[in-house]
């Protein structure tokens, strides 16, 4: 995959894990020739740990939380406490219940956060990171030891059957963490490459279409906030194991703050890149501190140190060591290696599966559609209707109403009055992500691609919703195995004659092509009514040329409404045209009849077609 989308984490391949493994196990014999001890490594351990869930997040999700102290705090204090106060004698399931707690946490916290996007997001997780520092402080003291935390947390004893093995401090503790990073790091890799981790990234690079290609963004960001509070509840947890002690500083903003500057120094979107940024923290934080005497001005130092390597590795230390990889060849360009199975024929057959309109009666509807912004009427009292298998035409000069009425039939804008119907049911209220799924939607005006990824994985991200629906969570699947995606995928490759660039990246293309891959993405949803915003603005004559014998093809089984100002091309490819006028529908005919309307001539042709 490419850079940027889900990096080269999307391939089949088990490099980073062995890698992950070969490190961890050498370390041991490694580190103290370099005097770093067992503690340290462990530290590290947690932080990257805490890394994986906050990467998810804020790497592939866009989200940049400061509130996972909150998880990290809760997860860690649950299961001190358990443990401490004897309610729970083993370790391990006393870290999973923290881990539990802290993911219900970023559950209930999550629907509140994600309300909002942005800054404002960021700032609400500030505050209830805050709100729960005073919380641990405060009222619930009784339980988290207020600032004095929890100390006598046990270490853990793993009873195997036929021997019990008591883990202490040093290196049968680092073992013990290790082995828990590396699961924690097999699974993070896993929901990577799942198709859950291509949206997540498809939602971080372009939310509004993802939702217009029948994704549940909001569901979506919600799980990446939920997995990221586990992640954090669980690292947690160990650190009270690891100390022996659950200290209040877990709640702070520091702990927040500095988990990260970390992902940014290690790469956002690498998933090991936080824990290489703890590396550098702790490490850079000890040699300052100690090895240089810098004594409190370290953090002066590593300061410094951020501001340097994020100027010159903008994608941190991973990301850039992967641009150096790639561009000195040795990271071949990759893609989703399908996995032919006999269920790819599936695609079709949901295609076919859909309802259909009973003849006689339109697939699509408006009645006395309207839309108000303020005391500007964008839409007054449209009435339409589009017949199975329809090519219409809509036409009307600038701000006569066509982008807001094609807003409103797919959802994204709610309509001031009026009713829309598809199939005969009422669709008015529902929105553009449920109105895509049941086989209705549009390409935009402007350009509203996936820019970090290439032309195949664009269009991955439709044929997912169309193959899995607008939300499931199979979080461990590799997207390799979705039966039906690779048919769904090639066939629109080749239909927008793309085959060729399939793995190139948007930025790449050709304006023609970015126009045909936008047209492609609304297609590879499978749409029963198809909606073309201006599909040919602003092209090449050649380009016109091709874009318009794609229209021809893929009007083949579909019904298409085409909003377009190349008027030849309108009245070559519409069986009617519909014409805007200030917000209204001024007339409806064949394009022979529009020719010879009047009305029309004088509000928009200019008497060009009758002559
Ligand atoms: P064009 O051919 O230039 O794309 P159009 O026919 O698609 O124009 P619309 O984009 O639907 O026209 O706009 C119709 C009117 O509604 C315009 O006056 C526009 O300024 C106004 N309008 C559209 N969206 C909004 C909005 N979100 N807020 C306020 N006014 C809006």
Known sequence: MSAGFVGALSRRSWLPEAIAVIVLAVAPSVAPLVSVDSDILGRILIWGLFGFGFDLLFGFTGLLSFGQSAFFGAGGFIAAYLLTANLIGNVLVALALGTLGAAAVGVVVGLIALRRTGIYFAMITVAIAETFFFLENNPLSAWTGGENGLPGVPTPSLDLGFVAIK???????????????????????????????????????NPLRAAAVGH????????????????????????????????????????????VMQTVIGGTGTLIGPTIGAAVWLFGHDFLQYGLGLGAAWRLGLGLIFVLLVCLLRRGI??????????????????????????????????????????GLPILEARGL????????ANSDVNFAVGVGELRGIIGPNGAG????????TGEVTPSQGQIFFRGSEITRKGVTEVCQIG????????QLFPKASVRENLLIPALAECRGRFRLDLLKSIDRVPGLQADVEETLALLDLTARADVLVADLAYGEK??????????????????????????PQERVETIRLLRNIRK????VLVEHDMDAVFDLAERITVFHEGRVLAEGTPREIQGNSFVQEAYLGGVHAA
């Open 167 to 205: 883990i202490g401090l040093g290196w049968s503790m680092y073992w013990f963490l290790a082995a828990i990073f590396l699961i924690g790091f097999f699974i993070a890799r896993r929901i990577a490459r799942s198709p859950v981790g291509h949206i997540l990234s498809a939602i971080r690079d």
């Open 216 to 259: 549940a963004i909001h569901a979506y960001k919600l799980t990446a906030f939920t997995i990221a509070a586990a992640y954090a509840g669980l690292a947690g947890g160990l650190l009270g194991v690891l100390q022996g002690y659950m200290p209040p500083e877990a709640f702070t903003f520091d702990t927040s703050g500095q988990l």
């Open 318 to 359: 991973v990301g850039g060591i992967a641009d150096l990889a790639r561009r000195f060849g040795r990271v071949p360009a990759a893609r989703v290696a399908f996995v032919r199975t006999a269920a790819a024929a599936s695609l079709q057959a949901k295609r076919r599966a859909r309802p259909e309109t009973e003849p």
């Open 370 to 377: 309207s839309k108000h912004y303020g005391g500007l009427a």
């Open 402 to 409: 066509k982008t807001t009425f094609f807003k409103m039939l």
């Open 440 to 447: 209705l939607t549009k390409s935009y005006q402007i350009n």
């Open 515 to 540: 126009r045909r891959l936008e047209i492609g993405l609304a297609l590879a949803t499978a749409p029963s009514v198809l909606l073309l915003d201006e599909p040919l603005a602003g092209m090449s």
């Open 557 to 560: 089984g579909r019904t298409l």
